[in-house]
């Protein structure tokens, strides 16, 4: 597994390959509920576990990311987008789209800065819109990481407003 | 019409490309057939019985005679020379090569054409009025806003794995000829008492296995707020909409489930948060730009203009049956909407071949601005054509096979694919269809039946969207064995009704039969020529009909068991 994520230098904006970048290291330790978390470094733990425990998990050293199901209501982000610095965000299957929603509603409705990071079942085929609708990093479930980055370019015109960009193409260009 | 921009055809072209790369990965074996699957899919491409089938999208039915020329030349060079007009305004081609589709990709793209999003789970070909723009009877013309949701649409990073697919249908009139009832979102645009623009919003109708005429749940959407509203019901949708059971997951369900006082309040409450964001509010110079695009023709106009009424057809029956079954009054004085029956004695219905299909570029481009329309009942339309060139079209229609008069007619079938080309079918279409036509064909010359819809689908899935017809068949399995049941009374009109199954299945050689003895009960039961089939069936019931075809004791007529 490969993960791909955005650089730390790239500008929000609608997804290139040069934004993107195979990582090599990654801090994040993601921890399953029924073993204990570490005392210090970056955890990824469950929306369950981070509602029993979120005062003792916010008072560890380290930053915390959360696990979010993707059939999580909405209401239940609020808190999370205050709090966590990674949301991971789950594709049981790359036909569920149900997390492309949860994404934009954590960008544009509760204003989370952090990182979203899309597990499970991701393929290259989705990274562009993944990261249009506001998701930083994708653990590619399989297939070359080369070729997924180049999937970026795939498209360099898009039509709507999204997460990276708040005009439609309309009012971004002049139309005939 | 809507031409493409610099940015509309780098989509187009970026996506022929990204498929080329998408089709050698399964040729080289990178990708499994079951990987590969989605990706075709969002393309159009499907795996039928014999073959891939590959289903090009006519935004709105709205064709260029170049277009059509293309399409001639695509089922000439890739296919065997013909094709297949869906009930969403789409062409398919039945027999193209994986290999080659791409090359048909780039070939449609170099004419402003493509693939994108006619399957998948995703936003679909938005269909409208195949008389926008010309129908007397039209308040708003439907077609800037179905380009504006076909961009919006388009690759929409949000929407592009929905629990299931998603149909949108645009109306401009009262007398609604785009069945918006029936459809994932329907949108009839009017002017209000201020002389606003706006949408009435119906959510949640649909066909298949679980028929549904769409609630209204917006009487007046200000026109700026239509790609707000419209994201509104796709992300409620997109969260809440069922994936535990295909056969659930449409948005009819998630409507009828939630109640459709819950669904309305939960669509305007996500509305109200993102209605006034930037992205998504509609501009009026944005409107106007698109609605340039959709300027009337250069009609030209004489003092001595003939009208339809006064046409003098002399002796030409011929000519007189295809005026009155085929051609419509146009909203110019001197001009008429001319429709073109895909439903001969000597094709499938919707089928066309490129001899045909170059017939009819040229006859649009001699006769009609250069423009055809594709009807969501497999016909097509020739919008603009002067009163006095009736003859003449008529004339070299004839030469092509394409002057059938019998527009809105029984005989005027719209049929799926059924079992001869569809993986997915129960029993064949074509050929009841055949068999239906041959019956009905004297009577309906001899006797005027008035408008009567006749659909077929080979399955529950219901493409042929047999609900909604007046006379619905739908191919059913009963142990290994085609059976067809008989449905009275639908309707895709303002007036949208779900067909009521009239009694017990028929084998494939009653069918027909049924279907003759229940047109033959209508001729005798209306009080005048006037009283259409629909008004008799909604006047009397079912009962006159099922002992015509049954007999009086149903139960003592069954062949095989029901
Ligand atoms: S109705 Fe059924 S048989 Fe007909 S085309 Fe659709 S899926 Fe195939």
């Given at each position: 597994?490969?993960?791909?994520?955005?650089?730390?230098?790239?500008?929000?904006?609608?997804?290139?390959?040069?934004?993107?970048?195979?990582?090599?290291?990654?801090?994040?330790?993601?921890?399953?509920?029924?073993?204990?978390?570490?005392?210090?470094?970056?955890?990824?733990?469950?929306?369950?576990?981070?509602?029993?425990?979120?005062?003792?998990?916010?008072?560890?050293?380290?930053?915390?990311?959360?696990?979010?199901?993707?059939?999580?209501?909405?209401?239940?982000?609020?808190?999370?987008?205050?709090?966590?610095?990674?949301?991971?965000?789950?594709?049981?299957?790359?036909?569920?789209?149900?997390?492309?929603?949860?994404?934009?509603?954590?960008?544009?409705?509760?204003?989370?800065?952090?990182?979203?990071?899309?597990?499970?079942?991701?393929?290259?085929?989705?990274?562009?819109?993944?990261?249009?609708?506001?998701?930083?990093?994708?653990?590619?479930?399989?297939?070359?990481?080369?070729?997924?980055?180049?999937?970026?370019?795939?498209?360099?015109?898009?039509?709507?407003?999204?997460?990276?960009?708040?005009?439609?193409?309309?009012?971004?260009a002049a139309r005939a | 019409m809507y031409r493409y921009d610099e940015h509309d055809r780098r989509i187009v072209v970026e996506r022929a490309r990204q498929f080329r790369t998408q089709v050698a990965r399964r040729i080289s074996g990178e990708l499994t057939e079951e990987e590969f699957r989605p990706l075709r899919l969002q393309n159009g491409?499907?795996?039928?019985?014999?073959?891939?089938?590959?289903?090009?999208?006519?935004?709105?039915?709205?064709?260029?005679?170049?277009?059509?020329?293309?399409?001639?030349?695509?089922?000439?060079?890739?296919?065997?020379?013909?094709?297949?007009?869906?009930?969403?305004?789409?062409?398919?081609?039945?027999?193209?090569?994986?290999?080659?589709?791409?090359?048909?990709?780039?070939?449609?793209?170099s004419v402003e054409m493509h693939a994108i999003q006619t399957s998948g789970n995703c936003v679909r070909n938005v269909t409208s009025d195949p008389f926008a723009g010309v129908a007397r009877d039209e308040d708003v013309d439907p077609r800037p806003y179905c380009e504006i949701l076909r961009q919006y649409s388009t690759f929409h990073p949000e929407f592009a794995t929905l629990p299931r697919k998603f149909k949108i249908a645009v109306t401009g009139s009262k007398n609604d000829r785009a069945a918006i009832a029936v459809h994932d979102i329907g949108l009839r645009v009017l002017k209000n008492d201020a002389g606003e623009i706006g949408f009435e919003v119906y959510v949640g109708g649909g066909q298949g296995r679980t028929p549904m005429i769409a609630p209204r749940i917006r009487a007046f959407l200000p026109e700026r707020d239509l790609l707000a509203y419209t994201e509104a019901i796709l992300r409620i949708y997109n969260q809440l909409g069922r994936r535990d059971n295909l056969y659930k997951a449409r948005i009819k369900i998630l409507v009828h489930e939630t109640g459709v006082p819950e669904f309305t309040r939960l669509v305007e409450e996500e509305f109200a948060r993102i209605a006034s964001d930037e992205g998504l509010v509609l501009t009026p110079d944005e409107i106007a730009r698109v609605t340039r695009h959709f300027e009337p023709a250069s009609y030209e106009t004489t003092p001595a203009t003939p009208t339809l009424e006064g046409l003098t057809l002399g002796k030409d029956r011929t000519l007189a049956r295809f005026v009155e079954a085929n051609v419509l009054p146009h909203r110019v004085a001197g001009y008429a909407i001319v429709q073109i029956s895909l439903k001969s004695e000597r094709l499938p219905p919707g089928d066309v071949t490129h001899v045909?299909?170059?017939?009819?570029?040229?006859?649009?481009?001699?006769?009609?601005?250069?423009?055809?329309?594709?009807?969501?009942?497999?016909?097509?339309?020739?919008?603009?054509?002067?009163?006095?060139?009736?003859?003449?079209?008529?004339?070299?229609?004839?030469?092509?096979?394409?002057?059938?008069?019998?527009?809105?007619?029984?005989?005027?079938?719209?049929?799926?694919?059924?079992?001869?080309?569809?993986?997915?079918?129960?029993?064949?279409s074509i050929p009841v269809a055949a068999d239906v036509a041959s019956r009905l064909r004297t009577l309906e010359q001899e006797q005027d039946l008035g408008p009567i819809t006749l659909n077929i689908s080979g399955c529950i899935n219901a493409c042929g969207h047999h609900h909604v017809g007046n006379l619905g068949i739908l191919g059913i399995d009963k142990l290994g064995e085609e059976f067809y049941q008989l449905t009275l009374g639908g309707d895709h009109t303002e007036t949208a009704a779900v067909g009521k199954i009239l009694g017990r299945a028929f084998a494939a050689d009653e069918i027909a039969g049924a279907v003759e003895k229940t047109v033959r009960t209508y001729l005798a039961l209306r009080t005048s020529r006037d009283e259409t089939f629909l008004a008799v069936y909604r006047r009397v019931g079912p009962t006159p009909f099922k002992e015509a075809v049954y007999g009086a004791h149903p139960a003592s007529s069954q062949r095989t068991a029901a």
């Amino acid at each position: 597994m490969a993960l791909i994520r955005r650089r730390a230098s790239a500008p929000r904006r609608e997804p290139r390959a040069a934004d993107f970048e195979i990582a090599s290291d990654d801090s994040w330790l993601s921890i399953a509920d029924d073993a204990s978390v570490p005392a210090t470094g970056d955890v990824i733990v469950s929306l369950a576990r981070f509602m029993a425990e979120s005062e003792a998990l916010l008072a560890r050293e380290g930053r915390l990311g959360v696990r979010v199901p993707n059939d999580t209501l909405p209401e239940l982000l609020a808190p999370l987008a205050t709090s966590a610095t990674l949301i991971a965000l789950d594709f049981p299957t790359h036909r569920d789209g149900r997390a492309y929603s949860l994404a934009r509603w954590l960008r544009s409705r509760f204003g989370f800065r952090g990182e979203i990071r899309a597990t499970g079942k991701v393929v290259r085929d989705q990274l562009a819109n993944l990261a249009r609708v506001g998701f930083d990093s994708f653990e590619l479930a399989r297939g070359s990481a080369e070729l997924a980055l180049a999937s970026f370019d795939d498209f360099t015109v898009h039509y709507q407003a999204t997460s990276d960009q708040p005009l439609p193409l309309w009012k971004r260009a002049a139309r005939a | 019409m809507y031409r493409y921009d610099e940015h509309d055809r780098r989509i187009v072209v970026e996506r022929a490309r990204q498929f080329r790369t998408q089709v050698a990965r399964r040729i080289s074996g990178e990708l499994t057939e079951e990987e590969f699957r989605p990706l075709r899919l969002q393309n159009g491409l499907y795996i039928q019985l014999h073959a891939y089938m590959l289903r090009i999208a006519i935004p709105y039915g709205l064709l260029s005679a170049t277009q059509i020329r293309k399409l001639a030349d695509i089922t000439r060079k890739y296919d065997r020379g013909y094709g297949h007009f869906t009930t969403r305004q789409n062409l398919q081609l039945n027999w193209p090569r994986l290999e080659d589709v791409p090359t048909i990709l780039d070939e449609l793209a170099s004419v402003e054409m493509h693939a994108i999003q006619t399957s998948g789970n995703c936003v679909r070909n938005v269909t409208s009025d195949p008389f926008a723009g010309v129908a007397r009877d039209e308040d708003v013309d439907p077609r800037p806003y179905c380009e504006i949701l076909r961009q919006y649409s388009t690759f929409h990073p949000e929407f592009a794995t929905l629990p299931r697919k998603f149909k949108i249908a645009v109306t401009g009139s009262k007398n609604d000829r785009a069945a918006i009832a029936v459809h994932d979102i329907g949108l009839r645009v009017l002017k209000n008492d201020a002389g606003e623009i706006g949408f009435e919003v119906y959510v949640g109708g649909g066909q298949g296995r679980t028929p549904m005429i769409a609630p209204r749940i917006r009487a007046f959407l200000p026109e700026r707020d239509l790609l707000a509203y419209t994201e509104a019901i796709l992300r409620i949708y997109n969260q809440l909409g069922r994936r535990d059971n295909l056969y659930k997951a449409r948005i009819k369900i998630l409507v009828h489930e939630t109640g459709v006082p819950e669904f309305t309040r939960l669509v305007e409450e996500e509305f109200a948060r993102i209605a006034s964001d930037e992205g998504l509010v509609l501009t009026p110079d944005e409107i106007a730009r698109v609605t340039r695009h959709f300027e009337p023709a250069s009609y030209e106009t004489t003092p001595a203009t003939p009208t339809l009424e006064g046409l003098t057809l002399g002796k030409d029956r011929t000519l007189a049956r295809f005026v009155e079954a085929n051609v419509l009054p146009h909203r110019v004085a001197g001009y008429a909407i001319v429709q073109i029956s895909l439903k001969s004695e000597r094709l499938p219905p919707g089928d066309v071949t490129h001899v045909q299909l170059d017939a009819v570029a040229d006859l649009a481009d001699r006769f009609s601005f250069g423009r055809a329309v594709v009807t969501h009942r497999q016909n097509l339309v020739l919008t603009d054509v002067k009163i006095a060139a009736l003859a003449a079209l008529h004339a070299d229609l004839a030469k092509h096979d394409l002057a059938t008069p019998n527009v809105g007619r029984v005989t005027d079938i719209v049929a799926c694919p059924g079992l001869d080309y569809c993986d997915l079918a129960n029993a064949r279409s074509i050929p009841v269809a055949a068999d239906v036509a041959s019956r009905l064909r004297t009577l309906e010359q001899e006797q005027d039946l008035g408008p009567i819809t006749l659909n077929i689908s080979g399955c529950i899935n219901a493409c042929g969207h047999h609900h909604v017809g007046n006379l619905g068949i739908l191919g059913i399995d009963k142990l290994g064995e085609e059976f067809y049941q008989l449905t009275l009374g639908g309707d895709h009109t303002e007036t949208a009704a779900v067909g009521k199954i009239l009694g017990r299945a028929f084998a494939a050689d009653e069918i027909a039969g049924a279907v003759e003895k229940t047109v033959r009960t209508y001729l005798a039961l209306r009080t005048s020529r006037d009283e259409t089939f629909l008004a008799v069936y909604r006047r009397v019931g079912p009962t006159p009909f099922k002992e015509a075809v049954y007999g009086a004791h149903p139960a003592s007529s069954q062949r095989t068991a029901a």
